[in-house]
């Protein structure tokens, strides 16, 4: 039943498209054309942070390279569930921009996972309501390119957001055990000495 009901959400949000916001969404789902915004978010935690931010990007990398992998090895290549684009029994009813399909296999959506690992583990840091609201925002609209691209489900996109937001809030979770018990030099065990 929840196969159903995505492939008819899919079917309806795959079908409003137009060649102006074929190339609007596959620039949006590109890697590159992010870049500087990935850029951006370094720079503002390298002054935010200081001494710090070369910690704190190792965690990134971690959270990137943990994310990535997660979607395609753990989902993808056990689940293998075929991408819209790939679905016999879609065939003739998908919207695809220049035929592009990609893999074989679309759950989870690592582009899903790795915008919301961004979203998620920046906000953490950045912690303003401005960059919040930014970044979530353009964390749903890649994850929605996808799905106007014909190369996702909804659901392959819904749970690779939240994958990717959990990988997030882990690692970042992991950075503050790591700053309050190792980088702060604190005790694990609270003592202080009697005089």
């Known amino acids: ?41 370094l720079i503002y935690l390298g002054m935010k942070y200081k001494r710090k931010f070369i910690v704190i990007l190792l ?9 990535d992998q997660i979607s395609v090895q753990l989902f993808k290549n056990l689940v293998q569930r075929l991408r819209p684009c790939h679905e016999p029994s879609l ?4 919207h695809l921009f220049n035929g592009e399909c990609g893999g074989k296999f679309g759950f989870v959506s690592s ?7 961004v979203a ?13 609201i930014t970044i979530i925002s353009w964390a749903v609209v890649i994850g929605y390119s996808r799905v106007y691209l014909g190369v996702h489900y ?3 996109v819904i749970c690779g957001s939240l ?3 959990f990988v997030g809030w882990s690692i970042y979770s992991l950075y503050i055990l790591t700053d309050n018990k190792i980088l702060q030099h604190k005790p694990f065990f609270n003592h202080t000495p009697k005089e």
């Open 59 to 67: 965690f990134i990398i971690l959270a990137i390279a943990l994310a």
């Open 91 to 94: 065939e003739g009813l998908v």
């Open 163 to 165: 994958l990717g937001a």
């Open 154 to 156: 909804p659901g392959d």
């Open 1 to 41: 039943m929840f196969e159903r009901l995505d492939q008819q959400l899919f079917l309806f949000l795959n079908s409003i498209n137009s060649p102006f916001w074929d190339l609007v969404m596959h620039a949006i789902s590109g890697k590159l054309i992010w870049a500087p915004l990935y850029l951006g978010i």
């Open 111 to 117: 582009h899903a996972t790795n915008s919301f690992n």
């Open 120 to 132: 998620l583990l920046s906000l953490l840091f950045i912690r303003k309501r401005w960059y919040t």
